[in-house]
């Protein structure tokens, strides 16, 4: 079954800690992307990727990082910068990187700092 | 700059009624697409549809129909016989830019009941 995978579901972290979500696609599509999710809001764009060993800012970048090295693997670091980093983090990917491609969305990762 | 806007926070009908959600628009781009999303309880989003700024007809799928016009910018979703399965957030969303950056409303809460 192609899809998107990422893990964990819940993630529960410390204020002051660098923490990483996970983000596997086997669609073999090329671009990536996440997003934030907050209550009565709607999705927030962090990153994306539209090739391997390329990544852009989306508009609220500040306090994250990401990686692509490879192609189904697109990880995202919430770093201690992120001033308020509790949210539902949701990861999506399109065949290309265009106006017309959908794109498809993995089951997301809650994460809360306490 | 682009923007979308779901007027309605949360709609509840009772199973049968018919429902529309409703969805507006800003964009100064002649070429851009719009999408509806919908998330269930499980978070994941699901694709439902995309259309092009440049074909204006009408699509129907099943139960779901979308009503796009250019001229109120608006891009609404009905949903006949609604049943309790259709219980989800619905996002509107708009891509008209380059880099295949979503943006996204803030979303509508259907509440189905029995």
């Known amino acids: 079954d192609g899809g998107i995978t990422q893990s964990p579901k819940y993630l529960f972290r410390k204020e002051g800690q660098n923490v990483t979500l996970s983000c596997e696609q086997n669609?073999?599509?090329?671009?990536m992307y996440w997003y934030r999710q907050d209550p009565g809001q709607g999705l927030r764009l962090i990153y994306y990727s539209q090739i391997v060993n390329d990544f852009q800012k989306g508009d609220i970048a500040e306090g994250y990082s990401v990686s692509r090295e490879k192609k189904e693997s697109f990880p995202l670091t919430v770093t201690s910068a992120q001033k308020n980093p509790t949210a539902f983090y949701l990861c999506a990917s399109s065949i290309l990187a265009g106006l017309s491609y959908e794109q498809y969305f993995g089951p997301g990762t809650r994460l809360t700092v306490t | 700059a682009q923007k979308v806007t779901q007027a309605q926070t949360e709609i509840s009908v009772v199973e049968k009624e018919d429902v529309t959600l409703d969805c507006v628009y800003e964009?100064?781009?002649?070429?851009?697409?719009l999408f509806w999303y919908k998330q269930p309880p499980s978070g994941e989003l699901v694709f439902l549809i995309r259309r092009n700024s440049f074909d204006e007809q009408n699509e129907i799928s099943g139960r779901y129909s979308w009503n796009f016009q250019k001229s109120t910018s608006s891009f609404n979703f009905t949903i006949t016989a609604s049943q309790v399965v259709d219980s989800a957030v619905y996002f509107c969303a708009l891509n008209g830019g380059w880099g295949n950056k979503l943006v996204f409303g803030a979303g509508t809460i259907l509440r189905v009941k029995s």
């Open positions: 669609l073999n599509h090329d671009a």
């Open positions: 964009t100064r781009d002649t070429t851009y697409y």
